[in-house]
């Protein structure tokens, strides 16, 4: 028996391929599957009941999760439940007919799971446990007495759903927010989870679990027909549902296997696999259409994430008490702690408004009510033609929302601001990086989430939120009389890379005509431009040039120009490097970045790189170059100073001294130069599991000289248990 039900499924894993090329939606094909893998578990029960001399009617075999959902994609677990009203724990009868049911379909090649349950008990178990709960509302009745679902389920309506379904859709919304904070925070990851990330299948299941326990079906087009979800939005979660089952059942296929994850390497497996035209295409139009099927995903996600939340709060039972209005103004006002619009006019004739409702919204720390987030929505449900672009007042509310540094909800203004629309009707540019993928293992989100990412960075910092980790940053900011051309050049610094040509000289085409079409001024114009052309430029010198080279340090302070421009370039480098990815901003690029700065500062002070000649002072080392002044200061210096006459007082050749520096440990080593010394410490501290990040030598020019290295180190592991100069034992560390 167990050979037939194998090649069946196998059948129909080749008819879902053959369907997924011709096009079919990912509901027929989830619907398609689940009709084979409904009948091959039918017959198999049918065999195990008639020989367990069982009666059919006595129990119900009932699908539950993806099976329950018609959801089921082709690899994925199987999970049945067995109701049975006599099925008490360890029974050896019902758990050898559990067995008889399992053991065909694992050879059939399924994961299936299968559980006996007696009603009452599990109806005890869903009053506590949250997979209990929906697992009541996934039921469906496969084989055996229906009315055992039936009588079940009524139980578990009156009981803790229905009416009394508000404490389990607070458990439904603590579950995915866990969920989204453990699977990246954002539908924008460039490598999703289908299932378990925002906007993914999870998020449409807690949605259909919310309708059921509200309506008693999740069947949106008779919800929709019904006055219980507005036809749009219907329209939009049907879409976006149909699209990621579809992806999800593409991946398994490509991978065969149960596959969540959608990296990089199975997205180039997808189009080929979805489209026979694409089979055995040139790189170039494989990735634009790798590129075209993630960013149906991601607006799919966001649908399922943004309107999938508005329809389960929607389905939250109405509070009897009577709530208090607060008016705003003649146009907004906060009703049951929500910011609700009660303008005369449309917000679709005055689009601009919509700006400030964010802001108040923002300013009151309260979240937009339905209707006015519905009516923002349906305004800029096509940016273009929602009439800001050259809308002055949009522009002023666009610029303070912009650069608004108390925005710190979550989402914050900025944040919702772009999931409605709201960024790319001023800036349509942005539209095009939307979902945008990076197709590289360095970046892990999406060019437009990275770029909000950096925007919500720059705020902490003029907030003083990172003055510990990045005072430099802080203080800068803090001197910026007008930061709308910071903010305006983070916002477009990417936008080059929707263009296919290179994103620095197209992305600053893009900031020159988006802030002459804002109204700024010449002066602020060319430097929003020169920002985005040059926002590359710090890192890659910092990084990979000597910074000890006068002329390299001219030729960039020449070509950004001002001290104003430089300040403004060192922060966007700083937040588009810290948001490539959690961790990129290491101490030692930070240091390096923090050191360009100085030298290109410094040069425009003075016209020259090259510091004033000083006598060092009695406590410092003596006959350092340049370059060792300007990197540290009076403190740092009178330190070394301290640890080389250490070093010379007690007649040791190395002198060593750790202590917690940014990002990681800084370790300072004092020696007799010599040949090979630095070769021979890297050595050392290789043995000893010591990771360096980065370093700066110097050597005196004294007779004997003097050697003076200071790294940047961490012991292999320290970022599970932290930076700590216990970690690291110097007295191991024999030069």
Known sequence: MAAEPASRLEDARDALRSALRAGAGGTALAVQFAEVVDHVVRETAAEALLQANRDVSSVCLAAVGGLGRRELAPY???????????????????????????????????????????????????????????????????????????????????????????????????????RHERYGGTVYLVEPDLKHGPGGLRDLAALEWALRATHHTADLGQLALDGHVPPSMAALLQEARDVVLRLRIALHLAAKRPQERLGFAYQELLPALMSPALEGCDDETLIEAVEVTMQEYYRSARALLRYGKRLRDRCRPRRASVSMVRRLDERFSIERGRLVYTGAEPLAKQPSLCFRALARARDHHVPLGGTTFDAITETFAVPAIAGVAEDAQAHAAFFELLTNTDDVEHPSAVELASELGLLEAVVPEFGDIRGRMQHDTYHVYTVDQHTLAALTMLKRIARGDHNKDYPLATSLHLELDDDRVLYLATLVHDTGKASGRDQCESGAEVAWATARRLGLSDGDVQRCSMLVAEHLSMPMLSQKRDLSDPQLIADFARGVGTPQGLAELYLLSLVDTASVRPGNLTGWKLALLDELYLLARAHMRRGTTRARHQEPAPDEPAGMPERYRTLFDADFRNQHGALVQRMLTEGESVALELSVGPGGLRLTLAAADRPGLLAQTASVLCELGIEVMAADVFSSNDDPPVALDVFRVRARGEEERGVSPEVIDLSLIHI
């Open 76 to 178: 994925s677990d199987l999970d049945l439940v067995l109701l049975a009203p006599d099925a008490a724990a360890g029974d050896p009868e019902v758990e050898a007919l559990v067995r008889n049911i399992v053991h065909p379909l694992w050879d059939a090649g399924m994961r299936a799971n299968v559980r006996a349950d007696d009603p009452s008990a599990w109806l005890a178990d869903a009053a506590s446990d949250i997979t209990s709960c929906t697992g009541l509302l996934d039921l469906r009745p496969l084989l055996g007495d229906p009315k055992l679902v039936d009588d079940l389920r009524g139980r578990a309506f009156d009981e803790f759903l229905g009416p009394r379904r508000a404490e389990f859709l607070d458990r439904l919304d603590s579950e995915a927010q866990e």
